[in-house]
């Protein structure tokens, strides 16, 4: 005998369904025993001699970088360095040669070497002025056409305009001028140019995840003429030894997540792996592993929230677990759904773990994250209420609500909070206001994760879509306001690098973290929904957790 459905909505029956496809990993990690670094590496060598070297190769790559004299070698090393993920090991030696290179006199008449000192200063927050450029162009005022004979400069031009703010023309002149030469000559490009010029097309270098892009480079990097041994050498160690750090964590985080008795909730999508590689994404060095523990847990449970309100609760449902949400104790529990109170009670009781973690003057943070997670709430049932009556905001509207529906409000919040010193009270009452390089990156979640999800979302009659609201209210076809998003994406990016520009409200460790949130959309959802579609990861993972590189 069928069952009557249960009207959830006004004018609608039944639940919503997601159809979510199962865990690609199950329990791999759980078990996954990594093997000795020697083993990583296909050496002989002993793990104790491997950290030995790394050390041993820490020294001389800081030597080479003080005693460099000539100012483009020095950029040279350090743009290696920083694109192998090997720079947190050199941060002050190279913050004061940049210091350096940005008070010394330079007049360089070459592409590349321009470019160069151009990028890594504007990424070390220096206000480098954009017409630099203005030399090569012609007497029309168009950038010369014999530049398109140098492929390195060129795309070491377009790779630095990416780091424009707003305003600056001339970048913008210079990426429309370098994408379309970079493009006619991209197949008669040798190795590994030709690779560098593909992958950066699609997407250029200062958007792209850092530890991905280091894995891909470090073979690249070996093919190049102006590869330096014992660089190249310490890259490969670092990357397996780091590697090795971050499958001892999944394992940690896979277990937690099994115990948790989560996934009983059958309607959520399952994708703790998915979620670390994310996390690692945002905070992938060693010295970060508390943080990228803690900030796993908080995107974990917060998949499960958002899959609740999106494609199961009803709308009672929703209210009472909002409820809950803002009073804030376990007894509070006992108002949702039997399926919801095991669910409100490990969030609960995971953040005041977080508490116990902390030092006594830490503790203090979690008040933030229980803060950002209140105002998280009262918008996803906003959502709801929305959707129950078809209505359809205005794109302002919208944007004020999807903003922190895009988690990427809290998830800042959330990265803070197991980090150093660094993470002061002040830090917490800036990223409470929500600044601009958090509302940046927020935006970029938002547009993007809408791109690729609009048209699904609609045959699945889920919550309209930033891009639905924006064709009602200017009456514009899918083309239109999909081009308007993208708009909003590079204005975002520029915002972000706006923010990175000497005096900068926060340290810059603070800053990279919604910039790494930033980095990890173009990572996830550049042409479809990855997290949730997560085959289309499975192969990234495996590279970056389980595949070694030999040395």
């Known amino acids: 005998m069928e069952s009557t459905p249960v009207a959830i909505y006004p004018g609608k029956v039944g639940r919503k369904s997601a159809g979510f496809h199962p865990t690609l990993w199950g329990d791999f990690f759980a078990t996954y025993k990594p093997t000795s670094l020697s083993q990583q590496a296909c050496t002989h060598k002993s793990d104790s001699w491997i950290r030995q070297r790394i050390e041993e190769l820490k020294e001389e790559v800081r030597g080479k970088l003080v005693s460099a004299t000539d100012l483009v070698e020095k950029l040279l090393l350090i743009d290696a360095i920083q694109h192998l993920g090997i720079a947190y090991h050199f941060e002050k030696e190279i913050d004061e040669a940049l210091s350096h290179a940005y008070d010394a006199k330079f007049e360089s008449s070459e592409l590349d070497a321009v470019s160069l000192r151009f990028r890594l200063l504007r990424q070390q927050g220096y206000r480098v002025p954009a017409d630099e450029f203005s030399k090569f162009k012609d007497g029309n005022g168009s950038f010369k056409a014999t530049l398109a004979d140098d492929p390195r400069g060129s795309l ?63 073979s690249e990097y070996e093919a190049e003429d102006a590869c330096n041994n014992s660089v190249l050498e310490l890259a490969k160690l670092d990357f397996n030894l780091v590697q ?83 009073r804030w104790d376990s007894e509070a529990a006992e108002q949702l759904p039997e399926y919801l109170k095991h669910y409100f009670l490990k969030l609960v009781n995971t953040y005041k773990e977080f508490e116990d973690e902390l030092a006594p003057e830490e503790k203090y943070r979690v008040s933030y994250l229980i803060e950002e997670l209140k105002k998280l709430a009262k918008c996803y049932l906003q959502e709801v209420e929305w959707y ?107 915002t972000t690098n706006q923010a990175f520009l000497k005096p900068t409200a926060v340290p810059m460790p603070i800053l990279e973290r919604p910039a790494n949130f930033s980095r990890m959309m173009e990572a996830m959802y550049k042409y479809v929904d990855a997290y949730t579609n997560s085959t289309e990861l499975k192969d990234i993972i495996a590279l970056l957790f389980l595949q070694r590189i030999p040395t």
Not at 248 to 262: A, C, F, Q, R
Not at 284 to 291: A, G, L, Q
């Open 388 to 494: 129950a009556i078809d209505f359809v905001p205005n794109f302002e509207e919208h944007l004020n609500v999807s903003l922190v529906t895009s988690c990427y409000r809290m998830l800042a919040c959330a990265s803070f909070v197991g980090m150093d010193d660094v993470a002061t009270k002040e830090v917490f009452e800036w990223v409470a206001t929500f600044p601009d390089i958090v509302k940046a990156s927020s935006m970029i979640s938002r547009c993007l994760d809408d791109v690729v999800s609009a048209e699904l979302e609609r045959k699945r009659g889920h919550f309209v879509t930033s891009m639905d609201s924006y064709m009602k209210e200017y009456n514009s076809t899918v083309e239109v306001a999909m081009k308007k998003l993208q708009t909003l994406v590079e204005d975002a990016w520029k």
């Open 244 to 326: 090795s750090i971050h499958c001892e964590e999944l394992k940690i985080i896979t277990l937690w997540w099994k115990e948790s008795d989560l996934l009983k909730l059958g309607y959520a999508r399952d994708r703790i792996v998915e979620l670390y590689f994310w996390i690692v994404g945002v905070l992938f060095e060693p010295h970060y592993s508390r943080s990228r523990l803690m900030t796993t847990k908080v995107i974990g449970l917060l998949s499960i929230l958002d899959d609740t309100y999106d494609v199961y609760a009803t709308l009672e449902e929703c209210r009472q677990l909002t409820d809950a949400i803002q």
């Open 156 to 218: 070491s031009l377009y790779n630095a305009a990416y780091l424009g703010i707003h305003g600056e023309d001339i970048l913008e002149e210079a990426i429309l001028f370098t994408k379309n030469h970079l493009k006619s000559m991209q197949k008669s490009l040798e190795h590994p140019l030709e690779a560098q010029v593909s992958r950066f097309l699609e997407t250029p270098l200062i958007r792209r995840m850092k530890r991905l892009e280091a894995r891909r480079y470090i």
